[in-house]
């Protein structure tokens, strides 16, 4: 009598398993792709939030936030939340803050914001104590933890550089026309303060260096659907600290104007006097424009493997000195453009609280005309260009 077979013949396991790794194969792309999208969507809603933050400070202000803001002034030596008597308390300092900052109260953190806007509240830390203060690269040193702690709002969850230990930060404003601001020279027709009209882009200085004037959503001639206020960036700093400063640098009496120089391109994005036909012969609008650098467009172009965004990194020039990438400094200004780790684009809020998902290959005219208010008031290259709904 013939036995039964009871169990499996190992080519029958081996069949198995090989089908099992094929089904897993083919699974492990899917799952990953939705855990993309699902942070992809998360972002897009912190996005969201930035976009009516901004329209809901401007109704209550009358003006947008400035990418430079004074928040006040700590003079009374005593620090509310410290519990160690032995500690040292804070020196007198100016509250110099972001954008970040001023939109707060809109994003579920007033709490944070009162530390910033009372007096009363430290932004700089004392000597010892309980509390620890920032230090390190990107947060700056010597900040107060609870000036600058991490809020999932400022975090995209898909950036890969986006660890730091205090303020932690994925996300820029539209700061307009990159032009260096004083004391550094001018060079070309365009000077810092032309480069702050409100045809150039959302946000300006409103201390330190010389003011711009006050930017209004019906300011936006070109439609609020058609321009950016926020997007992301891999190089973004945190969302506390106005450039590369540290605490030190609020200490001071007077402000250094420039210890705050960069503070337009650490958490912003801004366009350059460039076009992709700078060798026509046009009548441009401030002199012949240079070549558009491909590290200034979206994701550095997407294009060059030798750029790669997450390898750059955003260096304090004034104090420490540029790093040199494809024949170029890695000037902050440099890397003041949108980037992420998505998939060939990056998210963006646009002046009407709607958001859009930006292509990294788009035109660069297509870019200018994102981030300026009235394009043909502005000072691009090209004022003739007329954004379509097509070309992004």
Known sequence: ????????????LLVVITIIGILMGLLLPAVNAARERARMQQCLANMKNYGLAAIQYENTKGELPGYLMDFGTFTTGIDPT?????????PSHRKIGTWAVALLPWLDAQPTYEHWSEDRYPVVD??????????????????????APNLAIFQCPSNPNDSSEWGSNSYIANNGLYIAPPPFPTSGLISFDDSQDRANGAFNAKAVLPAGPRVRLD?????????????????????????FINASDLVASPLVPAAFSNARATQGMMWHYEDPDASASLPWSNGTPAEVFSVHRINGGGTNPGLDIFNLTMH??????GMDIGGRAAYPQDLARPSSAHVDGVNASMADGGTRYIGEQIDYRVYQALLTPRGKSSDVPWQEFVLNDDDY
């Open 82 to 90: 410290e519990t160690d008597s032995s500690a040292t308390p804070p």
């Open 316 to 321: 304090d020039t004034l104090r420490s000195g």
């Open 1 to 12: 009598m013939k036995r039964q077979q009871t169990g499996f013949t190992l080519v029958e």
């Open 219 to 243: 300011d936006f001639k070109d439609g609020q659907g058609n321009t950016v206020l926020f997007s992301e960036s891999v190089q973004a700093l945190p969302w506390h600290r106005a450039g």
């Open 126 to 147: 004392g000597a010892g104590g309980d509390r620890q203060g920032t230090s390190g690269r990107d947060a700056g040193d010597g900040f107060h933890e609870m000036a």
